[in-house]
Every structure is written in structure tokens, then in C-alpha cells.
């Protein structure tokens, strides 16, 4: 047993070290807030491709689509992929809002055109997001080193959270994604394993035959998928950020291309958990974990170093997105140019929230409920950015659309919402039902006041 434990405990001492010394050390404002090289150059299409997939590719994310391929069969992996087409449409939002409206990043473009405190609002519902990227991820990575809230569970996920924090510290935007690379490499290499593992063990027919395509069987969660399409990337800086560091058109072919890819890998991760359902595993909360541990160490050390890499790629961004977030964003915000400074305050809030980011991951809080509540909270941001200009903003108009989504999400939370408005009797009837009612009454939130103006 101890000689198994040494193969887990070493990668992730490896791969702390190999992140490091792949991590350049960012000297400059431009290579630490914007991913530009020594030189000042911008980032390339092949390295932002990379980087926005393997960034998307959540540990959570995986998790939660082999669990929804056990729970739903096919009708659960398409429903969570859906999510990864967000991509290409933010990535033509922005690219409308760059070329058409001078914006040089979301906070900067709301502070523009609807208010210091419109700003200020999306500044704080952003902070949430990132908390939550910090613990949903750790929490997936202990899951592989003990049950939640062992020993190991708590060790593993505290000190991959350090390593994350020690190589982000040095390199900033620029070492997360020259890490990325490598993170992706290894990523598309090793789901290929896995790949090649299940899928001979199956026909490509009975896998995406599984499943039944119908509301209360999974429908519902891809019909919510559907709906956040058009607000959820919006409150997401590690995809946000990536939209302004480097030329409009070279940024859009990298979104669309990096959210067909991500699309397609979350799918086929989802026949991960669909294989466990076909040979009869018993569903638990982690089924990759569960399906690699009933078929040998070799099988579980994989599963592990997939997850590494996936939560890895994704800590590492949130920490470069909270450094700019706190240490530009809201600085310019409260009027103040903190110059070089601001990589050091950054730095700061990287380790406070490396620190109580952890908490709800000590509680054991489901990891799925960091995708779907927070997306509800930000369904006001879908008319926000991608009505603007089609409808005459106005700061009254953000702030109505913006506050309705938080409190109906916060009302889904506390639970009490009225039984009608439901749609349909799956588990996620009321989730689809406060997504299309909530999302009308945003965007009639939002155009009223313009209306108003317009008299």
C-alpha cells in the first residue's frame, strides 16, 4: 500500500517542480496582466487555442460530465458540452464589442457605458466565480488521494493548491498559459488513453445510444446549458481576459476553435461515466475516480494525472485573472494607477484567495452547483452584452437586468420559488424553469429603461 501511495504523492511533487521551471518569470506589466513575451509580443492563435481549451477543461467539469454520462447516458455528456459552445459566442461578442464599441476589456467597457458601479457589480459577481474555481477544483483533486474530508483528501488538495500558487506567482498570465501548452499535450494524450481503454470494451452505437431524450431524463439540464449560453461567459475572466490580449480576428478563430474542441472532449469524457453505467458501477459522486479505481492502480494513477493537469490548467488562470481583476481592474476603478505596483497587490490576492478559497471544499459543497447556480446568478448579463447597442444602454437597464438574475439565483439557493414555475418534473425542472422565465424578464428588465430615455 505504501509503495502504491508513493506513485501518486511523487507526480504531484513532479509536477509541481515541471510546472515551475515551465513557468517564465513574468517582469514586466504586459507579460503579467496581458500574456505579452519578454519582447512585448502578443500572444499567437496556436497558443490561445490551447490555452482557452485546456483552461476550460475544468477538473469539475470532467467530473461532472462522466457523473451526468452515468446519470443520463448521452443525453448528460451533450447537456454539459453544451456548455463549451458559450466560447464561440463570446468570442463574438467580444469581438463585436472590441471593433464596434473601443472596448479594451469587460470591466473598462462597463465603467465606459454603464457606470462606476455597474463596474463594481460585475467586479464582484467575477470574485465569486473565481472562489468558486479555487475550491470546486481542489476539492476534485483530493478526491483522488482519500475520501472527502481524510487526511489525504485535505494534504493532496492543499498542496496541489500551493504548487498552482508558487509557479502562478512567478509567471502571472504568461506562465499560465505557456503552462497550458504542456497541460494540454499531456491532456489530449492521455484522454486518448482512456479513450482507447473504453472504447473497445464498447460499440460507438451503444454508446451514444444510451440515454433517453426526454425532459425529466436530461433534457431539461441541456436546455439549460442552452439558455446560459448567452450570459454564463461573461462572469468567467479566465476566458474573458484571454479576449483582449491579442488581435481581434487571430482571437475569435481561437475561441471558436478551442469551444468545438472543448465540446467534443467534455463528450467523450462523458463516455467515462456511461461505460461505468453500462457494466453496472454503482454511481457515486465521482465516478472517473470510482471506474479508474475498479480497474487497477495503473487505471487510477491516469484518472489522477488527467485531473491534475485539468484542475491545474484552471487554478492557474483563475489566480492570473484575480491578480489583474485586483491589482489593474479595480484599482483603475477607484481612480488609482498603481503602475508596477499592481503586480504586487495582485500577488496578494492570489494568496488570500489560495487560502479561503479552500473553505467550501473543506464543507464538501457539490461541485456541479459551482456551474449551474452561478450561471443562473448571471443570466442579466446576456442582454447586457449581447443587446448593447441593438439597445440603447442605460445604467438603469444594467442594474435592473443584473441584480434580477443574482436574486433569483440566490432564490433557487434558498429554495421557496413556486412550484409552477417549473418546466417539466426532471431534477432540473425548476433550475430550466427560473433560466427561461428569469432570462425574459432580464431582457424586458434591461430594454425598459431605454424606452424610458427614448421619450
Not at 472590441?98 to 463596474?119: D, I, N, P
Not at 488513453?193 to 452505437?205: A, E, K, R, S
Request: include cysteine; charged fraction near 10%.
Amino acid at each position: 500500500m505504501e509503495h502504491y501511495g508513493l506513485y501518486f504523492w511523487g507526480f504531484l511533487a513532479i509536477y509541481g517542480i515541471v510546472m515551475y521551471l515551465l513557468s517564465p518569470r513574468a517582469q514586466t506589466i504586459g507579460s503579467f496582466f496581458n500574456g505579452e513575451s519578454a519582447l512585448g509580443k502578443s500572444i499567437s492563435m496556436p497558443l490561445l487555442t490551447s490555452s482557452i481549451f485546456i483552461s476550460w477543461i475544468f477538473a469539475k467539469s470532467i467530473t461532472n460530465a462522466a457523473n451526468l454520462g452515468a446519470k443520463y447516458g448521452i443525453v448528460g455528456g451533450i447537456a454539459y458540452a453544451t456548455y463549451w459552445l458559450c466560447i464561440p459566442i463570446a468570442g463574438l461578442a467580444i469581438y463585436r464589442l472590441r471593433t464596434k464599441f473601443g472596448a479594451r476589456g469587460l470591466v473598462e467597457f462597463l465603467t465606459t457605458h454603464y457606470g462606476q458601479w455597474a463596474a463594481f457589480a460585475f467586479s464582484a459577481a467575477i470574485l465569486i466565480r473565481l472562489f468558486n474555481e479555487v475550491w470546486s477544483n481542489t476539492a476534485v483533486v483530493g478526491g483522488y488521494y482519500g475520501a472527502s474530508g481524510s487526511q489525504g483528501f485535505i494534504i493532496a488538495a492543499l498542496l496541489f493548491t500551493l504548487i498552482t500558487l508558487l509557479y502562478s506567482l512567478r509567471g502571472g498570465l504568461r506562465g499560465s498559459i505557456m503552462t497550458d501548452v504542456a497541460q494540454a499535450l499531456i491532456f489530449i494524450l492521455l484522454l486518448a488513453w482512456v479513450m482507447g481503454d473504453i472504447l473497445p470494451q464498447n460499440t460507438l452505437p451503444t454508446l451514444l445510444g444510451t440515454g433517453d431524450w426526454r425532459l425529466e431524463a436530461g433534457v431539461d439540464l441541456l436546455l439549460v446549458a442552452a439558455l446560459q449560453l448567452f450570459s454564463y461567459p461573461f462572469h468567467d475572466p479566465v476566458l474573458t481576459d484571454r479576449g483582449f490580449i491579442c488581435e481581434e480576428k487571430t482571437m475569435l478563430r481561437a475561441f471558436v476553435i478551442s469551444g468545438i474542441l472543448g465540446f467534443i472532449a467534455i463528450v467523450l469524457f462523458s463516455f467515462v461515466g456511461i461505460h461505468a453505467k453500462l457494466i453496472g458501477l454503482t454511481a457515486s459522486g465521482n465516478v472517473p475516480a470510482a471506474l479508474a479505481g475498479s480497474m487497477g492502480t495503473g487505471a487510477l494513477l491516469v484518472m489522477t494525472v488527467v485531473m491534475v493537469i485539468a484542475a491545474g490548467s484552471t487554478l492557474d488562470s483563475t489566480f492570473s485573472s484575480l491578480s489583474k481583476l485586483v491589482g489593474r481592474d479595480l484599482a483603475e476603478l477607484l481612480g488609482k494607477n498603481l503602475g508596477a505596483k499592481a503586480i504586487g497587490v495582485g500577488m496578494i490576492a492570489m494568496v488570500i484567495f489560495a487560502i479561503f478559497g479552500n473553505i467550501p471544499m473543506f464543507l464538501g459543497t457539490d461541485i456541479l452547483k459551482a456551474t449551474t447556480i452561478s450561471g443562473t446568478m448571471v443570466i442579466g448579463l446576456a442582454p447586457v452584452f449581447m443587446l448593447h447597442g441593438w439597445i440603447r444602454p442605460t445604467p438603469l437597464g444594467f442594474h435592473l437586468s443584473f441584480w434580477l438574475g443574482i436574486a433569483l439565483g440566490i432564490w433557487l439557493v434558498l429554495g421557496g420559488l413556486p412550484e409552477f414555475l417549473k418546466i417539466g418534473e426532471g431534477d432540473s425542472a425548476m433550475l430550466l424553469g427560473v433560466n427561461f422565465y428569469g432570462l425574459i424578464l432580464c431582457v424586458i428588465a434591461y430594454w425598459l429603461p431605454s424606452l424610458w430615455k427614448n421619450r
